[in-house]
């Protein structure tokens, strides 16, 4: 390693010497002192040796000095090496690139040539690990905003476009008059993009702008405007983090429609009609654009003829029937599509773990005198099965916490278990009215069609 260490300062001189004599021929008027230049060559030679010792960071003191009195490529190549090792890959990068860019003639030195050509592969290598960092503020256009990024002020013109940094942890700060600063940090590693957000609040104590024509309070008279209020804009356009998690409780109303079968080739509609109601639902939404919900909704629905019917047996019978059909669900929807604060919809698939056709009759004998006595007796009867729903939603934000949407959602499943609960008993018969449950044999399958409109409040950031 001595040897080749000797060898390279040795060429780093003479090319230096080369070029430099090269110049005294062709440019007099540029022409430096000899001084400087033996100077610039014992730094750069001391630069290399310091580099090759892996002490980087005083090998760059020499090399930056012995490049601010001559300007050579070899300096630049071992310039941009040193900054690489100590993970400063955007000031890498920048040697490298003005090295790249420097013109050379034929009688230039063979180890200037090579400086050129590795510091083009060199830069190929680093520039696919240099990473990137956005910056977004909120409010983005307040008036004399101030970025500071690493302790470094940098020009408000960076914000929301990606701007190469080094890996490592970074800290943003942000302030503006009429504002109190905000402060965050991120971790930015090799290759990879990396975003932060910075919300400006208003300080409740800056000095407020006097109206049109007034004087400023004494000791105010050069005070700074309270900011502009936030437009109704800036909710709409926030960016939401990928990493955050909100929450959300929505209510919807609409029409049912009912069709298909309930069991044993009964027809839907012979039971229940169109109606309407409304879903309750709650849930979390999650990666800017997904979501999760629990849901639970009743509607009331038109009875079918079927329950406007007597009793089997009685259906000679004046009778008066009321009764009140119904239908209910309880499961759970898994969601996709536009986040929080933005027009567009989104669509959901779920399972109704709890999904239930069914009615309470109340019947009473009108027929009075006639036998046998049947009086008055009520009927309760329920349907239940799984069931699927797909649906989906346009969505109109109109605040920052609320959103309007526009529902259908599309049903389909079947009854497995009919439930009856009766006192309804007709005589002679004995026997005492109770409840039963039973397992259908031949399973309907049946469908609903919601149409409805709703508004979902949110909550956090997600």
């Not at 540029?30 to 580099?51: E, F, V």
């Amino acid at each position: 390693m001595q040897i080749k260490a000797t060898i390279l300062c040795t060429r780093l001189a003479l090319g230096i010497a080369g070029l430099a004599s090269s110049s005294l021929m062709s440019a007099p008027a540029l022409a430096q002192s000899a001084a400087d230049k033996a100077t610039a060559r014992n730094l750069a030679t001391a630069g290399i040796k310091l580099y090759q010792q892996q002490k980087f960071e005083e090998a760059l003191d020499k090399l930056k000095r012995a490049q601010e009195m001559y300007d050579a490529p070899v300096h630049l190549l071992y310039m941009a090496r040193c900054y690489v090792k100590l993970n400063k890959l955007v000031e890498g990068a920048e040697s490298y690139r003005k090295l790249v860019r420097t013109e050379l003639d034929a009688n230039s030195p063979d180890v200037f040539q090579t400086a050129v050509s590795d510091g083009e592969k060199e830069l190929a290598e680093v520039e696919p690990r240099i990473p990137t960092l956005t910056i977004n503020v909120t409010p983005s256009d307040v008036p004399g905003l101030r970025i500071v990024l690493d302790g470094e002020t940098v020009s408000a013109a960076v914000v929301g476009v990606e701007r190469p940094v080094n890996p490592g942890e970074r800290t943003v700060m942000a302030e503006a008059p009429g504002y109190l600063s905000v402060e965050t940090s991120a971790t930015v590693r090799e290759g990879q993009t990396e975003q932060v957000s910075l919300t400006l609040e208003v300080d409740p104590n800056a000095p407020k702008t006097p109206p049109p024509g007034e004087e400023p309070p004494p000791g105010q008279g050069g005070t700074t405007p309270l900011p502009p209020v936030a437009s109704e804009e800036d909710w709409r356009t926030k960016e939401i983090s990928m990493s955050a998690i909100g929450a959300f409780l929505g209510l919807r109303v609409g029409g049912l429609f009912p069709a298909g079968s309930l069991a044993d080739g009964a027809s839907t509609a012979d039971y229940v009609g169109v109606g309407g109601g409304a879903e309750l639902h709650g849930g979390v939404r999650f990666l800017r654009n997904f979501g999760f919900k629990l849901f639970y909704e009743r509607y009331a629905v038109q009875p079918g003829p079927e329950l406007d019917a007597a009793p089997i047996g009685l259906e000679e019978r004046a009778f008066e029937v009321k009764s009140t059909p119904r239908v209910t669900s309880f499961g759970f929807s898994a969601m996709a599509g536009t986040q929080r604060g933005r027009l567009g919809g989104y669509g959901e698939l779920g399972l109704a773990l709890m999904h239930e056709y069914g009615w309470d009759r109340e019947i009473s004998d009108i027929d009075a005198g006639k036998e046998p006595n049947f009086g008055r007796c009520t009927e309760t009867v329920s349907y239940a099965g799984p069931a699927f729903r797909l649906g989906g939603a346009f969505v109109l934000p109109v605040h920052e916490h609320i959103q309007l949407t526009a529902v259908a959602v599309f049903t389909l499943g079947n009854f497995n278990t009919v439930k009856q609960s009766s006192s309804c008993v007709i005589p002679p018969d004995t026997s005492a009215p109770g409840d039963t449950e039973v397992d259908i044999e031949k399973q309907g399958l049946h469908q609903q069609f919601f149409l409805g409109v709703g508004a979902d409040f949110m909550f956090g950031p997600g």
